[in-house]
């Protein structure tokens, strides 16, 4: 429920967005690029079997675009759920995530009443697909845009370290770190 409504913020912020600007035709791609995402990923590192995936994902906001690759947060009692999504063809990344007005962020888990969790597509559309069973997670150098009482947008750096399921029940050990910037806003 709270994801729905973290994606229906997202969206109802970029059309807020387009009404703000009655020159801007429906057709026309009206978008601002920021600097692009970045993720760097190693599964089951020092291993046989380990892999290393890193790249960059587009940070485009406007009327064509919103909603496709980005970070919301809603204000929740004692912090903010941050909901992110971003994609391209090496790589999907989904993910909500526990910040505590303290700072701390809630570790990866299944549970996902209480714990952040996270789930990894790799090579689209795969069957190479990685949920979060355990672990930690860190956000950073946070920073917040379209600010409302009830949330907006947000950037920041994301590390983690853990165990992700995959569809075959195996395990396989994840560490990484994502770096999501806000979008350039007109």
């Known amino acids: 429920m709270i994801l729905f409504t973290c994606i229906g913020l997202m969206i109802g912020c970029g059309s807020d967005d387009d009404k703000s600007n009655p020159n801007d035709d429906p057709g026309n791609s009206s978008s601002q690029q920021g600097e692009p995402h970045s993720y760097d990923i190693i599964i089951n590192e020092e291993n046989v079997d380990e892999r290393h995936i890193s790249g960059e994902i587009e940070n485009v906001f406007g009327s064509n675009n919103t909603g496709s690759d980005f970070s919301a947060y809603s204000t ?36 996902t009443d209480n714990q952040s969790n996270m789930i ?6 795969s069957s190479d697909i990685h949920q979060s069973v355990s672990g930690s997670v860190e956000l950073s150098n946070i920073h917040y845009g379209l600010v409302e009482t009830e949330g ?29 910037n806000l979008p350039s806003l007109p």
Do not use: C
């Open 120 to 125: 990894i597509t790799f090579s689209p559309p």
């Open 76 to 111: 929740i009692e004692n912090g903010k759920l941050m909901v992110l999504h971003l994609s391209n063809s090496d790589v999907v990344i989904n993910g909500m995530f526990y910040y505590a007005n303290d700072g701390h962020t809630t570790d990866l888990g299944l549970d």
């Open 152 to 180: 907006g947008i947000v950037g920041y750096t994301l590390t983690f370290d853990g165990n992700f399921q995959e569809v075959n029940d195996n395990t396989s050990q994840i560490s990484g770190t994502f770096v999501i």
